[in-house]
């Protein structure tokens, strides 16, 4: 099953089992079934509650606000998630805002499932990353989806939290299959710790660098590990959380002695340098390991350009699993 099947059979689960979720977005509708095909089959089945909209990510994130503030559940789809920029008020001086500002906490149960990143050829203002501009907001979560976390699973997750949740979903990250099939070889093996999947050398021993990443880069994270390896026969660990924020790796007790026994930590993301969600995950570890981090926590992050529509071009602006294999090997002999 690929990821994009297994989050469409989220939604078709999550609106057979609960009467109150509302499905809102633009071109959502069968035969269409959404930009990505994710909605398919969801119109037919919930006509009623699978709503198409006009084109204007505020007012649609603003409505499905209102239905949440009104005791529903929503569960919006920005078309591409670029376009969050245009919902940014109402997801973050509404949404977020009403959990608390009214004197009680309110359940504010709200998902806005963003389509991100680039590999597609979709330019400047389709292919981008927005993790980075929604950190730090009191009363919303950023998610993201990952080829280890069951999507259903992780929508029930979100909306019992009854505050509004960003759900970042790689594009390239659609065609790729379940539960690290065609990623993790023979030569891993992966497992849930905390909620965070963790991909390992088959076998165990201690790593001799941790990796984390948000779960669009697995499919370059693992083939970086792979050529670690089989290169310069360095052995890595991988920590791929569904939750991206709030998320303290170095906080999480699963997660603590695998990091205290590595000689290098590296969070690699695909968004631009600069107050984002690696530089955050990267002062937590600084603070809480400082005693045992034997090197500086590196990072690896886009390059300060827009993204370009040729591919040939976007591939030396986003980061690649060779970008994540040198700056591996830099960290721990540079």
């Given at each position: 099953m ?8 989220a ?8 009467p109150?979720?509302y ?14 095909k ?20 505020g007012a ?16 919006v789809e ?22 608390t ?15 991100s ?5 979709y ?9 980075k501009?929604?950190?730090g ?8 989806v990952t ?32 539960y ?5 070889d023979e030569?891993?093996?992966w497992?849930?710790v ?7 050398l ?8 941790t ?14 590990m ?19 924020h ?16 590595t ?7 695909d ?14 570890l600084?603070?809480?390991?400082w ?6 926590v590196?990072?690896v ?10 591919v040939?071009?976007?591939?030396e602006?986003l ?16």
């Amino acid at each position: 099953m690929r990821v994009a099947e297994n989050l469409n059979r989220a939604l078709h689960g999550l609106l057979r089992d609960d009467p109150s979720v509302y499905v809102l977005g633009e071109d959502i509708l069968d035969p269409y079934g959404g930009a990505f095909k994710i909605t398919k089959g969801l119109s037919e089945r919930f006509p009623d509650r699978v709503l198409a909209t006009p084109l204007s990510e505020g007012a649609i994130a603003g409505a499905a606000a209102g239905l949440a503030l009104a005791g529903d559940k929503a569960v919006v789809e920005i078309m591409f998630g670029d376009f969050a920029a245009l919902a940014f008020d109402q997801i973050v001086n509404f949404a977020a805002k009403s959990v608390t500002m009214y004197g009680r906490r309110v359940p504010m149960p709200l998902i806005v499932r963003c389509p991100s990143g680039g590999h597609r050829g979709y330019g400047p203002t389709h292919s981008q990353t927005l993790q980075k501009h929604f950190l730090g907001v009191p009363g919303l979560s950023l998610f993201e989806v990952t080829p280890f976390h069951d999507n259903r699973a992780v929508l029930d997750r979100m909306l019992a939290l009854g505050e509004p949740c960003l759900l970042f979903e790689d594009k390239v990250l659609y065609t790729r299959p379940m539960y690290g099939e065609g990623d993790v070889d023979e030569l891993f093996a992966w497992r849930l710790v905390d909620d965070v999947a963790v991909v390992e050398l088959a076998g165990g021993g201690d790593p001799d660098y941790t990796l984390i990443v948000p779960g669009g880069l697995v499919h370059r994270a693992v083939p970086a590990m792979r050529a670690l390896l089989l290169e310069h026969d360095l052995a890595g660990a991988l920590l791929v959380p569904s939750r991206l924020h709030p998320f303290d790796p170095a906080g999480t007790p699963g997660l603590v002695p695998l990091l205290a026994r590595t000689g290098l930590v590296c969070v690699a993301e695909d968004g631009t340098a600069g107050g984002t969600w690696g530089e955050h995950v990267a002062a937590g570890l600084h603070a809480r390991l400082w005693g045992t981090l034997r090197r500086p926590v590196a990072l690896v992050s886009s390059a300060a350009s827009v993204i370009p529509t040729a591919v040939h071009l976007e591939r030396e602006v986003l980061v690649q699993d060779t970008t994540i294999r040198s700056a591996v090997l830099e960290g721990l002999h540079g």
